[in-house]
């Protein structure tokens, strides 16, 4: 069986596949571009628009995939609109293969899925988009020899296409309304694949803090004291057998907001702001300033 051809731009120095892209011609850099095809094949079956074929593109390129087939595009190949909505994932358009029927794009895949929002009646084993990408990745190394069907925007796969597959991929969404741009079905499949990659142990939430220093302990103690001592003044801690338990409260509020010290300094401003007193009048902060800067 004949394997799919892989399409060059005819332009000197376009990368191939498993080549360094390098940088873009509007001197944008591709960050993260791959170097190497890696992940399961992701087959477009008769895509109607180049734009739905740029975005698919893009999609697998934020997921880490570069293996793109491309089944009877109905505008012809290559389509300067599948260039444009890619956004920089040019290595994986250049990398394209056109096939001229499904059959020949599986040509050597070993595990074949279809996505599709139908299963048509057809008795086969249906797995979430993770669920597929977990026994990807176990199926052979780094998910090769595998691949995903995605069928043509207005109708899907048609069972001649399912057929050819041994399992299906069914995205849970609302029941009431499953239908899914082409694009994001491919971007589903390629973000849980990259997801599955990920060491679980390096998975910790990130906070963007702009550099600044969290706010230490005697810090936020000295605001607490401030704070209190204005809520005081204004009777707002009372009545006096409520008060140590409305400050516990206070305390344990802005505990979780995990200050940084800049923004410690503009609450003190924001306290003496409300508390109506002349900002000659106070004593400087402990920092010197509080600023919003």
Same mark, same amino acid.
């Given at each position: 069986?004949?394997?799919?051809?892989?399409?060059?731009?005819?332009?000197?120095?376009?990368?191939?596949?498993?080549?360094?892209?390098?940088?873009?011609?509007?001197?944008?850099?591709?960050?993260?571009?791959?170097?190497?095809?890696?992940?399961?094949?992701?087959?477009?079956?008769?895509?109607?628009?180049?734009?739905?074929?740029?975005?698919?593109?893009?999609?697998?390129?934020?997921?880490?995939?570069?293996?793109?087939?491309?089944?009877?595009?109905?505008?012809?190949?290559?389509?300067?609109?599948?260039?444009?909505?890619?956004?920089?994932?040019?290595?994986?358009?250049?990398?394209?293969?056109?096939?001229?029927?499904?059959?020949?794009?599986?040509?050597?895949?070993?595990?074949?899925?279809?996505?599709?929002?139908?299963?048509?009646?057809?008795?086969?084993?249906? *797995?979430?988009?993770?669920?597929?990408?977990?026994?990807?990745?176990?199926?052979?190394?780094?998910?090769?020899?595998?691949?995903?069907?995605?069928?043509?925007?207005?109708?899907?796969?048609?069972?001649?296409?399912?057929?050819?597959?041994?399992?299906?991929?069914?995205?849970?969404?609302?029941?009431?309304?499953?239908?899914?741009?082409?694009?994001?079905?491919?971007?589903?499949?390629?973000?849980?694949?990259? *997801?599955?990659?990920?060491?679980?142990?390096?998975?910790?939430? *990130?906070?963007?803090?702009?550099?600044?220093?969290?706010?230490?302990?005697?810090?936020?103690?000295?605001?607490?004291?401030?704070?209190?001592?204005?809520?005081?003044?204004?009777?707002?801690?009372?009545?006096?057998?409520?008060?140590?338990?409305?400050?516990?409260?206070?305390?344990?509020?802005? *505990?979780?907001?995990?200050?940084?010290?800049?923004?410690?300094?503009?609450?003190?401003?924001?306290?003496?702001?409300?508390?109506?007193?002349?900002?000659?009048?106070?004593?400087?902060?402990?920092?010197?300033?509080?600023?919003?800067?």
């Amino acid at each position: 069986m004949d394997h799919p051809t892989t399409l060059h731009a005819s332009s000197g120095g376009t990368p191939t596949p498993g080549s360094d892209p390098g940088p873009r011609a509007d001197g944008l850099s591709v960050e993260g571009a791959s170097t190497e095809t890696q992940g399961p094949a992701i087959i477009l079956v008769e895509p109607q628009l180049g734009e739905n074929i740029g975005a698919a593109a893009r999609a697998m390129a934020n997921g880490g995939l570069t293996d793109l087939r491309i089944v009877n595009p109905r505008d012809g190949w290559p389509n300067p609109r599948a260039q444009a909505s890619a956004s920089g994932a040019d290595w994986i358009l250049d990398g394209a293969r056109l096939c001229s029927s499904t059959e020949e794009a599986v040509a050597g895949l070993t595990k074949l899925y279809a996505s599709t929002a139908r299963p048509r009646d057809m008795v086969k084993d249906v *797995q979430t988009p993770r669920q597929a990408v977990a026994a990807m990745r176990s199926w052979g190394p780094n998910g090769m020899g595998s691949g995903v069907l995605f069928g043509p925007e207005r109708t899907g796969l048609r069972n001649e296409h399912l057929v050819l597959s041994s399992e299906l991929i069914v995205v849970p969404v609302n029941p009431r309304f499953s239908s899914l741009n082409l694009a994001q079905a491919v971007l589903i499949v390629s973000y849980e694949w990259y *997801q599955g990659g990920l060491d679980p142990a390096q998975e910790k939430p *990130q906070r963007y803090d702009r550099g600044a220093r969290p706010a230490n302990v005697a810090e936020l103690l000295n605001f607490f004291d401030h704070l209190e001592s204005q809520l005081d003044a204004a009777g707002f801690l009372r009545p006096p057998e409520k008060r140590t338990l409305m400050v516990q409260n206070l305390r344990n509020l802005l *505990q979780r907001a995990e200050l940084t010290e800049q923004e410690v300094r503009t609450l003190h401003g924001v306290v003496r702001a409300l508390s109506g007193r002349r900002r000659e009048d106070l004593p400087p902060s402990p920092t010197g300033s509080d600023s919003l800067g």
